[in-house]
């Protein structure tokens, strides 16, 4: 089963326990946001201004290598987070706003208890 659509599938996690197929593809979406790097891109991505970022952008952000910087671009479209717009010589990244909303909606409770945050 592809990634995405384990994503598409999976319950929240207070309401259903995962099947090992649903948790490892999950644990791949979280291991991709686990990285700093990916993180930070992320962040750019989905702060920029009309929702998309050229390459350019992204690299000049970072003192890593262009290589590196289209390393961590890939994983985070391998994993369904960010998709990508070539244009001319340059190329244009995009949040996937579903995936996102996908996994707000793993981790958001059925019901939140009222004293949830009393005393916290």
């Known amino acids: 089963m592809?990634?995405?659509?384990?994503?598409?599938?999976?319950?929240?996690l207070v309401r259903e326990p995962l099947d090992g197929e649903q948790a490892a593809a999950v644990a791949r979406v979280f291991k991709a946001l686990g990285d700093p790097v990916r993180l930070r891109i992320v962040s750019i991505v989905a702060s920029h201004s009309g929702g998309e970022v050229c390459v350019c952008d992204?690299?000049?952000?970072?003192?890593?290598?262009?290589?590196?910087?289209?390393?961590?671009?890939?994983?985070?479209?391998d994993v369904g987070l960010?998709?990508?717009?070539?244009?001319?010589?340059?190329?244009y990244y995009r949040l996937?706003?579903?995936r996102l909303a996908e996994l707000s909606v793993l981790l958001t409770?059925?019901?939140?208890?009222a004293?949830?945050?009393?005393?916290?």
Do not use: M, Y
């Not at 592809?2 to 929240?12: A, N, R, T, V």
């Not at 960010?82 to 190329?91: D, G, I, K, P, Y």
């Not at 004293?115 to 916290?120: D, L």
């Open 115 to 120: 004293a949830a945050g009393a005393g916290v």
């Open 82 to 91: 960010l998709v990508s717009e070539r244009r001319a010589s340059w190329v």
């Open 96 to 98: 996937v706003p579903e």
């Open 2 to 12: 592809e990634l995405l659509q384990i994503l598409e599938c999976s319950p929240s």
């Open 109 to 113: 409770p059925a019901t939140i208890p």
């Open 58 to 77: 992204i690299n000049d952000a970072f003192d890593l290598s262009q290589p590196t910087i289209s390393h961590h671009l890939k994983v985070l479209k």
